[in-house]
């Protein structure tokens, strides 16, 4: 198209300056040429021939034509009015030939002679009439092409320019233009001859692509007509369909306000019957927990009843053996005291000895030492060493730092330890601690070896001796254990086991431990080493492989805490080289527990004796360490008043421990009364002071709580093991899920375990867990003692408003008795 409008404006230059330039000016709404003659330029006279036009128009040459029409397309003549008036050349030839009256200067032309006898004309009338009269001859066989007409207008330019001689210079200068120009114009003409025959190959090739589109465009019109019938058909159906949907709807939004206002009605009544029944629940299960209660209580009952059965069938046939034995010997007491006192001089001997190469080898260590300091190499062995003198303070008033020598002091402070550790327990055994000893059936049974260390050192006259020791308990100590647990708890204070016993952990050998309730692989049939480890040493070793045995997870909680510490046992620091041979880790874990035993009489100790045992698990352990400061911590809560007092009274006490500790039983609460100070109800007291928990100084309270806190745990362990045992199959180890948790129902304590307990004694999820599911007996009662539920049922508990803590409260009955107890 570009180009095509680029060879419409050379043509248009070229009829611009041959003379014949088409003028498109608006007519009628259209763009049509207008021509321009000689006769228009000077003056009026008989209108020039039309320019030559084109071929008839062939098919698709109407997309070719500017507006729908040809360029040289013949118009009808212009009117006199609108034509343009004539110019400075027209005029000045008009008035010269009128001057000269030149008639006989076409004389030559045909017709000339009657143009000379006719009416005279002027010059440029007869040159316009000689142009026409040739165009017309030229015309007859055709339109007369466009390089005849311009030598036609040459031609009578030059009689022009005969006719003005003044003005013939200017003239000839504008011929020649005009023919350089039109010689010019005719060259790029020429040259556009192959760009004209390339457009027409074009115009060919495009008339032959609007044929093909119009086709496709015939195809694609029949198509869309055909989906649009399609699509009107699918529009009526869809419409009725709509009509018959909004009448169905109408229908449906009149049932639907029906059903609301019913449902809103109903929605109400079902709320009333929700609080309704959410009161029954309540009261139902306040029911079943005094149920529950009860049931435990009488449980409780007939179990001492049965206990006390069996302990006097055991006395009577202890009895009945010690009359046999007793019958034809001479007196066990001589015998006895002469065992006893060569095996003590015997052990003093060693003891002696061994302390003696100590001190030797500390001396030597000690001059080595200064030796290699000093640079002396000839040290005699009575040149003592000197050592760092220690930093001394006061220590409240108890010692005199600048007027003893460190020897001295710490002689002195050894003893005073000693004394007020003995004499703190002593007072403290008179305040009610050696009465929740003596009321703790765990402190029975698992705190009576004669290697355990009493709660206080009570020195008795012989003859005294002689009459609170019971007959035939002389051998206690080799005694069986239903022998030992039908002594009296008042043997913990006799002086004959305090020298005989425990006083022997000064020395430098343990003795040999084959006693039954001492773990198999812990027994040893000789003496070995005696480490001495101390209280803090072995509860900081425990507790470090409770806490890494914790951190692994259930794969380790899984076994026996003994087996797991057997092997994370550290190497023995005191190891010599001359006992490599030596199983030394056996000997620290067989330290370790005579350790525990020897301080099993405390609570802390007495847990992890249990522990190693197998009879509890670790969480039990560390709850009974964090009983007494949860119990604080709730009293703070519980109790403030705001100005950071805590200062209650008695009776403000007591219930307080009977909320935080809603399960326990009424006995163990009237246990507590005879810890607290003397006085009434009012009395006020400090529960931060009575409540303070010390591995070294125990509190009678503390102590009171702690010791039925591992009993009750106890309790429960050993009837979770029962009900493992009755649920494993007969001759294997497995256990079933189903037959579990049906001997769980059995016990009331037990029915409370949930899914999850049960799911984790299989070692795996809740939603895994099958009636089918089967896992070894040890390691379900291993996992199961880790549970919640000795948290749930022992563990303190901020108590609750809507009455929680029913089970803490059995009755009037029981409030009135603690009332008058407490009175």
């Given amino acids: 198209l570009h180009a095509l409008s680029w060879l419409a404006q050379i043509a248009l230059a070229g009829c611009r300056v041959a003379n014949v330039m088409p003028y498109f000016g608006p007519e009628s709404g259209r763009l049509v040429p207008e021509k321009k003659g000689l006769s228009h330029f000077i003056g009026s006279g008989k209108a020039l021939a039309d320019p030559a036009a084109h071929e008839p128009l062939g098919p698709g040459e109407k997309f070719w034509l500017k507006d729908g029409v040809a360029g040289y397309t013949a118009q009808a003549k212009r009117s006199a009015p609108g034509m343009t008036p004539r110019g400075p050349l027209g005029q000045a030839g008009t008035a010269h030939f009128e001057k000269r009256q030149l008639n006989g200067l076409f004389m030559d032309a045909p017709g000339g002679a009657a143009h000379a006898h006719g009416p005279s004309k002027s010059g440029a009338a007869l040159i316009s009439q000689w142009v026409d009269q040739e165009l017309v001859a030229q015309g007859k066989n055709g339109p007369v092409p466009l390089q005849d007409r311009v030598c036609i207008f040459n031609e009578a330019f030059s009689r022009v320019m005969d006719m003005l001689p003044d003005y013939r210079p200017l003239f000839l200068s504008i011929q020649r233009e005009n023919d350089a120009l039109r010689t010019c114009l005719q060259d790029q003409l020429q040259a556009a001859a192959n760009l004209e025959g390339r457009m027409k190959t074009m115009k060919m090739e495009s008339l032959s692509f609007v044929g093909e589109s119009a086709s496709k465009f015939q195809e694609e019109v029949a198509s869309l007509r055909q989906r649009l019938a399609t699509a009107e058909a699918e529009r009526d159906t869809l419409r009725n369909e709509k009509d018959a949907l909004d009448a169905e709807l109408a229908d449906v939004k009149e049932k639907w306000d029906r059903d609301r206002t019913a449902a809103r009605d109903s929605h109400t009544q079902n709320l009333d019957i929700l609080s309704n029944l959410e009161r029954m629940e309540k009261q139902v299960d306040m029911s079943r927990k005094h149920e529950r209660a009860l049931e435990v209580e009488m449980a409780n009952l007939k179990k001492q009843v049965k206990d006390k059965g069996l302990r006097i069938d055991t006395v009577e046939g202890q009895l009945n053996a010690e009359r046999d034995k007793t019958a034809n010997m001479v007196p066990k007491e001589e015998h006895e005291a002469l065992k006893e006192e060569i095996k003590a ?381 009755t649920a494993t199959k007969d001759g294997t180890s497995i256990v079933r899920q189903d037959a579990l948790e049906a001997a769980c129902q059995e016990d009331p304590d037990l029915s409370v375990l949930q899914q999850e307990d049960f799911a984790r004694a299989f070692e795996i999820m809740v939603d895994d867990l099958m009636p089918e599911s089967e896992q070894e007996a040890a390691s379900v009662l291993q996992l199961m003692k880790l549970g919640g539920i000795f948290r749930e049922l022992f563990f303190p508990a901020l108590p609750d408003d809507d009455g929680e803590d029913g089970e803490a409260a059995d009755g009037e009955e029981g409030d009135d008795a603690m009332a008058g107890d407490i009175a």
């Avoid at 403030?640 to 326990?664: A, F, M, N, Q």
């Fill in 345 to 725: 001089t015997k052990l003093r001997c060693q003891e002696l000895a061994d302390k003696y190469a100590s001190k030797q080898k500390d001396y030597l260590n000690m001059v080595e030492t200064y030796s290699r300091s000093t640079g002396q190499t000839n040290l005699n062995e009575e040149v003592r060493p000197l050592t760092p003198r220690p930093s001394w303070v006061h220590c409240k008033g108890v010692i005199d730092p600048d007027s003893l020598r460190s020897l001295e002091v710490a002689d002195s402070v050894q003893e005073l330890l000693v004394q007020v550790m003995s004499s703190s327990r002593t007072l403290l055994a008179g305040y009610g601690l050696l009465q929740s000893a003596q009321k703790s059936t765990v402190f029975s049974k698992f705190a009576r070896s004669p290697t355990t260390m009493p709660l206080a050192d009570e020195a008795s006259s012989p003859g005294e001796q002689r009459q609170t020791t019971p007959k035939g308990t002389e051998e206690a100590g080799e005694a069986s254990p239903a022998r030992r647990n039908s002594l009296r708890a008042a043997d913990l204070l006799q002086p004959e086991k305090s020298q005989n016993l425990w006083k022997d952990e000064d020395q430098a050998m343990l003795p040999p431990d084959v006693d039954q309730n001492t773990p198999s692989i812990l027994r040893h049939a000789e003496a070995c080493k005696n480490y001495h480890f101390s209280r803090k040493k072995t509860a900081d070793f425990l507790e470090k492989i409770m806490a890494q045995r914790g951190s692994e997870g259930d794969q380790s909680l899984r076994r026996p805490f003994l087996d797991y510490m057997m092997d994370n046992l550290p190497e023995d620091p005191n190891k010599e080289k001359e006992e490599e041979d030596v199983d030394d880790s056996s000997i620290f874990a067989i330290n370790i527990f005579a350790a525990v035993r020897r301080y099993a009489a405390e609570p802390d100790f007495l847990a992890y004796l249990l522990l190693m045992s197998g009879r509890i698990s670790d969480s039990i352990v560390k709850d009974n360490r964090s009983l007494i400061g949860e119990i604080v911590r709730i009293f703070r809560t519980h109790f403030d008043i705001g100005d950071g007092s805590t200062k209650i009274t008695k009776e403000k006490c007591v219930y307080g421990i009977r909320e935080v500790l809603p399960h326990k039983k009424k006995e163990h609460c009237q246990d507590l009364l005879p810890c607290f100070p003397q006085g009434g109800g009012n009395v006020v007291i400090n529960y931060e002071w009575l409540l303070q928990d010390s591995r070294y100084v125990l509190s009678p309270i503390v102590y009171a709580l702690r010791l039925q806190h591992l009993e009750e745990s106890l309790s429960l362990c050993d009837r979770m093991e029962r009900a493992v045992k």
